[in-house]
């Protein structure tokens, strides 16, 4: 088993709630990645709806950071129609006082092989430079007696985007690159609910450095991922009010528009 | 009061539940539009948590259409905190074995006025032509013996994106034009819930007609609108596998960009 598969994996307590321990290796900034606690909550409703195995949609709401360690993912079916499944989801850590969710979110579930073939996507499909072409750089500073994030994929971007690392952000507002997981493991419609949010925040382009924790994640999952590398990019388009929306694709190896998200996030405060 | 104000109102009956009256006026397609059951829900939050009066991310999904006649919101805060409260809410309709959700959401309220005043926007207002050149179109059939959801708003487009009406769209999925509330209503937070999902579907734009139910559709209030008209832009970049994602961008007449919304919906049928 891939270490991706077994860092999502939860098992059914019954009533709806699934057990996971959550892994330091997705550790980042406040806490633990958002879009890999994406992964375990969009597991865990995966097995509740089993007859309806694919995320079309999913709506995550972020209260506070998630910590490694034991977690529940809490699951209630609000309507289970023909060919789609919504459901709450929470995910629980904490015992006592302490206890509380640490994401709410809605989501809808279906199967995307029953879906219509029809493609008419007129969304362009950007460019990068060869993967070989493009640098492996590890964004967050490792300290070897913790693991990494950086560990946990490869991402390689362009030589011209990294100029943020020396102090000479584009102003653009905009990442994009090569994404794979370790040990190979190939996406899938799971994984592409962590791959939307583990660019470093658009923010950083802008000459903003800091951590921008997200409020908000909506992710679309349009398409079943072929394997190989994806492509991924990241934009925002308003800056304001404390705050910023960073939108992301993701492109598959057969060249289809796999995923679409949006997210809120808060603005890094000046360092 | 505005016809609005009144249609969106709701009454708290305790324990986080609120009554509505939900308004023929807005009949559309199946059931009542999509973005007019929205800001009852909004409305009804915002009467939760007084001390966060802006809604500033909701995402809603709709589980079935909702129909003229008595509803009630039900509320539930998963988070109260410093700036941010963040509160599940539902609309349930009919009784006995027909009572059911027919929209689940999540949304984040806070206070606009205590966000920062910074604003970096790098997306560019569109123009369109002076609102006395665009045309004011009835988008729905009038049936002389119904209410229509026509008379609830004016909305003007120039006349070269009304094509579609003759049988000839431009093919590009994007619709812009002119918006205002009836009365004279200016907007507010609440309003911008509805005006995210008041123009014709996209893919009416692409030829393709249709009711095209809303799955899934999530609004990002980013400031208060100033007084006047709005502008508001929808645009959809893939539409695939039964589905499409719709984009919506609306400023206000101080030239800010004030909501942003993505929805999923299903595609229409071939008619």
Known sequence: MAEYDAQIASTSKGEGLYAADL????????????GYLLAVIGNAI??????????????????????????????NVRRRGGSVATVAAELWQGDGEAAGP???ALASYGDLDTLGSDVRTTAEEFSLPPVEE????????PDPDQPSMSDRFELRFPPEQMGWLQGEPTGRGEFAGWFRLADGREPDVISLLSVVDLLPPVTFDLGMPGWAPTMELTVHVRAKPAPGWLKVRHSTRNVAGGMFEEDAEVWDSAGRLVAQSRQLARQPRPQ
Request: include cysteine; hydrophobic fraction near 30%; glycine fraction near 16%.
């Open 23 to 34: 892994s330091p290796g997705w550790s980042v900034g406040g806490g633990l990645n958002g």
């Open 46 to 75: 995966r097995q509740e709806v089993p007859d309806k195995p694919d995320p079309i949609s999913i709506s995550a709401y972020y209260l506070g950071p998630g910590t490694p360690g034991p977690a529940t993912v809490s699951t």
């Open 102 to 104: 640490r994401i709410t």
């Open 134 to 141: 493009c640098a492996a750089r590890r964004l967050v500073t």
